[in-house]
């Protein structure tokens, strides 16, 4: 079921977007192709959609649309406007309206004015940001209110003492080493080549503005429990007086020490499963002095991921308590017009509608994290997802690992940066039922401390799995064992304490002239001729999977989910304008390898 929306959006609408100037001025960068939805993006207000689903508040103004923007040295202070960016797009993508390399000699820029509405005085005002590549300092009125590090993860400040009288200045000035240095980056590269894409930098999500009082609530946090049909919320707040209260409907608990801990009984609730990914609305509500001081609109499922044994005695996979085969494909998530972000939100749950329509019923987030939004279409259409962390590290001397070397050597500072970037993911993250499974390192890139980051991943969150190294360099820890093979699927021995899961096989390739980044140099991990010998090679290793499932594989994952940049091997072209599968041969293969395990 679609949650209702609980408090009314009714001023939401009202003061969707706080356009710019010059929209009639806007338009994409030519030199590659673009995505099927390109066109239908409003540079007047990109991305309108509220940004945080799992705490909605009724009022808000959008601040995407055109800024300000210049490139300057490091060292320089902001020189004035160059031209116009459009945000949330980075600086290289053509949506963008830039599309130049930024480089980690330079600065990136922004600068736009705003006006707070005259219904907010009195009010706190937070401004918000989706997330920003990659070490972001922001201004408003010329006053630093703050910086954040980390280029995947939201933040906020609150800016209501940095305010003046009538129109402000907000500028943000962002740096961002991109592979020079060792923070997270995932696939970005200064020289995009092989799996390696274009960097990003600067704004990559919304931008935006909203009203609190002095007492208002941070976090939602819902946790099942599916023998007690309860779901416990955690609910953190900021400035709560003496005996303030947070209300769930007839459920309420105290604030003490900032947060409140209520048991919401769900006798009739239904479980979330990918064939029924039923949610449940709830209103939350930060009580003081017998008034409502603060609501967002929230929602929670009842599910639970475990590792257990089935009848065969083999450990498996769980999803409330029974065996689900997960298989589904790595998921890039990058676009050729609008690179880490997607033009509209409609193009953001495209690919996971198109997901479904395969028959598949999972994913695995590859080395980059989306916005809030994606994760709640998952929710709605019931698409479990594997998490990686982005990937760090420098590229000569540091990225990979080699031989029978488990863990880099790390700095204190290295090992701080990560931490706290991981960390900032799963706080931020946690609330989603889809995700189900953590990933905080892949093929040994930039891979360190791996049992100690795997034990970090269950104190920081205990309801989930982690999957402490996909593929290639295991150190016997977290809840899977993790293979990767190319182009057939394969698998490790069954164990008695971790699952057994294939993080990536597949790869099959094929271009379609006129829909490539690039018309030469394009590869996959093994070529095609048409799209039906494409699908049979497919269909065949359903068949090879349906084998290793018996043999005690509990997931698997198929590269993946489009084309990227010179990678042909997607089961769509990277402008999404053609399906390289039949979705209905491909539904029918997929549901049949699952319903084979569970007719057994």
């Given amino acids: 079921m679609r949650p209702r929306v609980i408090c009314t959006l009714a001023a939401a609408a009202a003061l969707a977007c706080a356009t710019g100037a010059f929209a009639a001025d806007w338009k994409p960068v030519e030199g590659h192709i673009f995505s099927k939805f390109a066109q239908d993006v409003d540079p007047a207000c990109p991305l309108p959609e509220y940004p945080r689903p799992q705490m909605i508040r009724s009022d808000w103004v959008n601040l995407n649309g055109l800024w300000d923007y210049a490139i300057a040295p490091k060292d320089a202070d902001y020189p004035g406007a160059q031209g116009q960016i459009l945000v949330p797009f980075a600086a290289e993508s053509a949506l963008s309206g830039v599309k130049k390399p930024v480089g980690p000699e330079n600065n990136l820029w922004y600068q736009r004015k705003f006006t707070v509405p005259d219904a907010w005085r009195g009010k706190r005002i937070v401004l918000n940001f989706g997330t920003v590549d990659w070490r972001a300092r922001v201004c408003v009125n010329g006053r630093e209110v703050g910086t954040h590090q980390g280029g995947y993860t939201p933040f906020c400040f609150d800016i209501t003492d940095f305010l003046v009288d009538g129109e402000q200045t907000l500028t943000v000035e962002v740096w961002d080493p991109i592979d020079t240095a060792v923070q997270p980056r995932g696939k970005q590269v200064a020289e995009p080549n092989g799996i390696w894409y274009t960097s990003v930098t600067g704004i990559w999500q919304t931008v935006w503005l909203e009203p609190v009082e002095n007492a208002h609530i941070t976090k939602v946090l819902p946790v099942a429990s599916i023998a007690d049909k309860k779901v416990t919320f955690t609910v953190d707040t900021a400035g709560a007086a003496f005996g303030a209260e947070v209300k769930i409907g007839e459920a309420r608990s105290k604030v003490i020490g900032g947060r409140a801990v209520i048991e919401l009984a769900c006798p009739d609730a239904e479980l979330w499963t990918p064939d029924t990914p039923n949610l449940y609305d709830v209103t939350v509500e930060l009580v003081q002095n017998g008034q409502t001081v603060d609501c967002v609109g929230s929602y929670y499922a009842m599910r639970e991921i475990t ?43 495209y690919d996971l509608e198109m997901t479904k329509a395969f028959g598949l019923n999972m994913l695995r987030k590859h080395v980059k994290v989306e916005p809030a939004r994606f994760y709640r279409h998952c929710d709605e259409l019931g698409l479990l997802v594997w998490q990686d962390m982005p990937s760090g590290g420098l590229a000569e001397g540091g990225y990979f690992l080699t031989g029978e070397d488990p863990d880099h050597d790390r700095t204190p500072e290295e090992r701080a940066i990560f931490d706290n970037e991981y960390t900032e993911l799963i706080r931020n993250f946690d609330f989603f039922p889809c995700i189900v499974m953590w ?49 057939e699927p394969d698998m490790f021995s069954p164990e008695e304490h971790r699952a057994i899961v294939l993080g990536e096989y597949g790869g099959l390739g094929l271009p379609i002239k006129g829909h490539s980044w690039k018309e030469e140099g394009s590869w996959g991990y093994a070529s095609f001729a048409d799209q039906e010998a494409l699908f049979n090679r497919f269909d065949e290793m359903n068949a090879m999977l349906a084998g290793l499932i018996k043999k005690g594989l509990s997931a698997a994952v198929y590269t993946q989910t489009t084309d990227c940049e010179i990678e042909v091997n997607g089961l769509m072209t990277y402008d999404r304008e053609v399906i390289k599968m039949p979705v209905e041969k491909m539904f029918e293969s997929n549901k049949n390898l699952r319903d084979n395990w569970n007719s057994r």
């Fill in 439 to 487: 990933v905080p390192f892949n093929e040994g890139w930039g891979q360190f401390d791996t049992p100690r980051i795997a034990e970090l991943t269950k104190q920081l969150d205990p309801t989930r799995l982690v999957d402490c190294a996909s593929g290639w360099m295991d150190r016997r820890c977290g809840s899977v064992r993790d293979k990767h093979h190319y182009p």
């Fill in 307 to 349: 590792l257990g044994k089935t009848e065969d005695g083999i450990l498996r996979i769980l999803l409330n308590g029974e065996f689900v085969f997960q298989h589904g494909p790595l998921d890039q998530g990058w676009w050729p017009d609008g690179l880490y972000t997607a033009p509209t939100d409609a193009a953001l749950r």
